[in-house]
């Protein structure tokens, strides 16, 4: 019996240790470099870079300043999330540092001229964004928003600021999951002057679209104004959301 208990505690250990020694911490900062470490001392540079290189369970500090991002990540995002937490308790964190303001500066980001060009494009399920301010991110004729989230579920958002982008603040537009929570963001000044369907008709600060099946998305404590559209748009969507606002 005492073996066997022992051989019990020793496999928990062994699991606690894996767990620890699976998470980690990144940070970048405007000043950092992509061929350094990602510690608190040498950062990286870009949240791509830091995207690329975090697993489920990681936090990624964001220093304060200004990320001009003018290369996409791909044809369709400036910032591409397709890694996945697993679990409520083992998201991937992406969080200003304590006390700083990071801004994302898609003014002079290359857009596609055939399709979408977001600025952050979130394919991923169980990652918390937090404390970001999201901005002008350009157009042609597609109305490109700050923040398009295309598939998984149970993303939160919170303290975002998403302002001045040629299209939605954020689109959550996940089809068949859910469960996503916008916790306390504002959306505002939000304006396409180039829309195929005419000037200022695609850009909402909230939208939340199409979804057919699975979790209640909730969208909870956030402000909308300024916005060439809608506030909060939730055309076509057939699962009942949660929205609760604060003036």
Known sequence: MKTFVLSIGLVILVTLCAAAVRAAEYYIAPTGDD????????????LQKAVNVAAAGDMVWIRGGTYKITTPATSGAGVNFTKSGTSDTNRIKYWAYAGEHPVFDFSNLTVSTS???????????????????????????????????????????????????????????????????LLNCDAHDNYDPNSSQGMGQNAD???????????TTIV???????????GYDLINQEVPGTTTRRS
């Open 205 to 215: 600060g909230f939208g939340v679209h199409y979804q057919t099946t699975g979790a």
């Open 115 to 181: 399709g979408y060009t977001h600025g952050f494009v979130i394919a991923a399920s169980y990652l918390h964004f937090k404390g970001l301010e999201i901005c002008c991110v350009p157009m042609n004729t597609f109305s490109n928003n700050g923040v398009a989230v295309t598939s998984g579920g149970y993303d939160i958002f919170e303290q975002l600021d998403m302002h001045h982008n040629n299209g939605n603040g954020i689109f959550v537009g996940s089809k068949t999951a859910g469960g996503h929570q």
């Open 35 to 46: 061929s350094a470490a990602g510690t608190m001392d040498a950062p990286f540079a870009t």
């Open 220 to 230: 909870r404590g956030c402000r909308a104004w300024w916005n060439s559209d809608d």
